[in-house]
């Protein structure tokens, strides 16, 4: 099948024989597109934007729809959309709930026609993190315009049902100039939201981004990958990390805090959301995770972390902080990973962690940025200041206090502790190794026995793809060092 024929406009057609691949192979390069398969893990190759700055790892879903799927979306929400403008007509308010449920009801009535009309592909890959912050922005602006909208139209439909109210409201009953003044008001808000809802679409679609333009034979062909991360990946001899034992555990979400789940964001549709989900015990917050022992030590901190440990030690008192060390930890989906950076005072009587979480699912982008500062104490305890929520369960010898605010301020407050105690220097990085390692330790107890999470097993899992470099370098080392002892006379 000649690539010249890929049309993302075209409509669906038969299925058609690809060239056969390896066995077990997930992706593949085939002209201009990027074949992938359900499950694939691809290389650290940008995706999405260039490949000039820091890359993320990411989750992305792929569908290929059947009318039949499109249909059962369509169907549902032109439904509830009628049933909104009825309802807000005769009883004068923007009729959302009975909207909500007409959509709920019609969607679980066509759910099993539409069960295997759409197939869903999960890929790890890797995005440029500049380009899916950009991207990020501008979906929030696309959000506000279609709530602006939203709103505008609600207004308009409210206005148009009660025209014979809102003219008495203003006297204008029988005022010619009143009358088109309030028309003149109505057609001003018919604009603005037509201009908001329009403009978001087209947004959207000018901006095509990675997409699915065809699904064959169990493949599913990807548009929208720059052409320099496709002759990288056509480059590639290995098409997946080498398989070993991997240490994961089953936390279970639902039973965590609210405040952990929202984080800094105060969105009340959000915890509407979360709240319903928590309630339900929802599927959506039950994921793996991979056990601290995988993280990957002596990564580079990457720009954005770099800039958060130069602004510290740009702080008088922490100017002579020592860097001590830099992981890294994903999760076993790859849509999260969590950056940390350890930081240590000269006496090594403080240290502190400065870490970035990720989630890159999709068009989602969440980044949070935690800071905390940890001091042993001479009886025992350790003092905890962080701009993190408490976490539960925590052992009783974990002082813990809640600081908002950045790095800075949280050791201010931190300082301030320290006063009362006396503190006690960690000679070595062994020994904070220790500390660190029985902390975990004992909070993964603490929450195994609380039901929050599962005991950890092992399961044989792709490994890291930098382990492929580090195996390619050291059978390198060892052909040239074969070749060394060969050319020696004997």
Known sequence: MPDASLNPYAPPVAAETLAPADPGRLWMVQGGHLLVRDG???????????????????????????????????????????????????????????????????????????????????????VSLAAVKASARRDRWRGRMMLGAMIAGGILLVTIGQIDRVFSLFGVDDDVHGEVMVLSFMTSVAVFAALCFFGSLIWSATERGLRCVRHTDGWFYLAGVPAASLMKLAAMTSTAPPMRMRKVYTLYQYRLPMGILLGPRLNPWLMLILAIMKATRSAALVRKQFHWTE???????????????????????????????????????????????????????????????????????????????????????????????????APAYLDFEGKRGDALRVWSR????????????????????????????????????????????EVEMPGDWDELEKAAASDLSAAFASASRRQQPD
């Not at 403008?85 to 009975?98: C, K, M, P, T, Y």
């Not at 330790?441 to 999470?453: C, K, N, P, V």
């Open 414 to 457: 931190h300082r301030q502790r320290c006063e009362r105690i006396t503190p006690r220097a960690v000679e070595t990085d062994e020994e904070l190794s220790h500390l660190l390692e029985k902390e975990t330790s004992d909070h993964t107890a603490l929450l195994e026995a609380a039901g929050i999470q599962s005991p950890v097993e």
């Open 40 to 126: 694939a893990r691809l290389p650290p190759v940008s995706l999405f934007g260039g490949d000039g700055g820091e890359l993320i790892s990411s989750q992305q879903v792929f569908a290929a729809a059947s009318g039949a799927s499109v249909l059962a979306t369509a169907v549902p929400l032109t439904v509830a959309l009628l049933v909104m403008v009825f309802v807000g007509i005769q009883s004068d308010r923007i009729a959302w709930l009975e909207g909500a449920v007409v959509f709920f009801i019609m969607s679980r009535l066509l759910r099993s026609y539409t069960a295997n009309s759409r197939a869903m592909a999960n890929v790890q890959c890797h």
């Open 295 to 393: 993280a990957r030590s002596g990564v580079a901190p990457g720009a954005e972390l770099n800039e958060r440990i130069a602004k510290l030690r740009g702080h008088e008192e922490l100017a002579s902080w020592q860097l001590h060390g830099c992981h890294r930890l994903d999760s076993p989906q790859g849509e999260m990973s969590l950056l940390t950076a350890r930081l240590g005072s000269p006496d090594r009587r403080h240290f502190c962690n400065l870490t970035i979480a990720r989630i890159s699912k999709g068009r989602i982008f969440v980044e949070v940025c935690q800071a905390d500062f940890r001091t042993w104490t001479a009886d025992g305890r350790c003092l905890i200041t962080s701009n993190l929520q408490r976490l539960p369960k």
